[in-house]
T-cell receptor, first 112, second 114 residues
Framework: QKEVEQNSGPLSVPEGAIASLNCTYSDRGSQSFFWYRQYSGKSPELIMFIYSNGDKEDGRFTAQLNKASQYVSLLIRDSQPSDSATYLCAVNGAGNTDKLIFGTGTRLQVFP | DAGVTQSPTHLIKTRGQQVTLRCSPKSGHDTVSWYQQALGQGPQFIFQYYEEEERQRGNFPDRFSGHQFPNYSSELNVNALLLGDSALYLC?????????????FGSGTRLTVV
């Protein structure tokens, strides 16, 4: 079982819709969870991180964490074509704040 | 305020050769972490340098080695290159106290091994 799993996609949504990206992780001791956006050929950019159960909102983005289910998600409201990218889920393990374990990423396509 | 600078941006090497990649951290950062991202995969942690020492290492063979200089810049060396080493190599700098929360990624070096 991979430590961090994501559906590779592509996930296709129309402009203006809500895109829902999902991620599961295997280490119950994982403390913090990160969502990065990566455009093709570019470096990852941090969208947001979450460490408490529940929802965390930042503009059009909402991260949701359920530690009991070992599940974290990212919702993108009012999706725009510029949101088309690969979204990487990452976790850092219990007691280890200095490295990230990434999933393989989900490719999102927002069509006009 | 300069971000993280990596050089070169692209390079092509022949199998069996050696390569050195370079990273200059963001101003104020003292820790450098290296990641390998193969095509279609997420980044994988190679190792981290702080105070000129390797502090953590991922599951990579000894062919991968590194160095950090007194000015906090870092090098990643890969010996005896294999075709499977072809990837985007990312450097992330941070301030020690911030850990991964303070990561800033460079734009990467695309290595192609032929």
């Amino acid at each position: 079982q991979k430590e961090v799993e994501q559906n590779s996609g592509p996930l296709s949504v129309p402009e203006g819709a809500i895109a829902s990206l999902n991620c599961t992780y295997s280490d119950r001791g994982s403390q913090s969870f990160f969502w990065y956006r990566q455009y093709s050929g570019k470096s990852p950019e941090l969208i947001m991180f979450i460490y408490s159960n529940g929802d965390k909102e930042d503009g059009r983005f909402t991260a949701q964490l359920n530690k009991a289910s070992q599940y974290v998600s990212l919702l993108i409201r009012d999706s725009q074509p510029s949101d088309s990218a690969t979204y990487l889920c990452a976790v850092n393990g219990a007691g280890n704040t200095d490295k990230l374990i990434f999933g393989t990423g989900t490719r999102l396509q927002v069509f006009p | 305020d300069a971000g993280v600078t990596q050089s070169p941006t692209h390079l092509i090497k022949t199998r069996g050769q050696q390569v050195t990649l370079r990273c200059s951290p963001k101003s104020g950062h003292d820790t450098v972490s290296w990641y390998q991202q193969a095509l279609g995969q997420g980044p994988q942690f190679i190792f981290q340098y702080y105070e000129e020492e390797e502090r953590q290492r991922g599951n990579f063979p000894d062919r991968f080695s590194g160095h950090q200089f007194p000015n906090y810049s870092s090098e990643l060396n890969v010996n005896a290159l294999l075709l499977g080493d072809s990837a985007l190599y990312l450097c992330a700098s941070s301030f020690r106290g911030s850990g991964v929360y303070g990561y800033t990624f460079g734009s990467g070096t695309r290595l192609t091994v032929v």
